[in-house]
């Protein structure tokens, strides 16, 4: 399985980003999958996951992100709006599960930078 994620960039506070998510060897729709993300200096954490038709963010996600899957394209998404400098990180797609901190592979992130 490899996942790669793109789509990031510099923005400034208060914009949106999509992040875009693409797959080899596993279909989105039948499996349980999340975007994660790792600033510098802090620990890997899920930003929002998608199991089972369900949606689940966490407190700082919840309101201004979206995740969602394109079925017909194998593609994960990442919709933020209302971004704050907080945000900055790089992100990751992966599969969830509730050991997802002991996922020993990651694929390509992408960066997030927002500021002024």
């Known amino acids: 399985v490899q996942l790669q994620a793109s789509g990031g960039g510099l923005m400034q506070p208060g914009g949106s980003l999509r992040l875009s998510c693409t797959a080899s060897?596993?279909?989105?729709?039948?499996?349980?999958v999340g975007w994660y993300r790792q600033a510098p200096g802090k620990e890997r954490e899920l930003v929002a996951a998608?199991?089972?038709?369900?949606?689940s963010y966490s407190y700082s996600a919840n309101g201004r992100f979206t995740i969602a899957v394109d079925n017909a394209k194998n593609i994960l998404y990442l919709q933020m709006d209302r971004l704050r400098p907080e945000d900055t990180a790089v992100y990751f797609c992966?599969?969830?599960?509730?050991?997802?901190?002991?996922?020993?592979?990651w694929g390509q992130g992408t960066q997030v930078t927002v500021s002024s």
């Open positions: 992966n599969l969830y599960n509730d050991n997802w901190h002991k996922f020993d592979s």
């Open positions: 060897g596993i279909v989105f729709r039948t499996n349980a």
């Open positions: 998608l199991a089972g038709g369900v949606t």
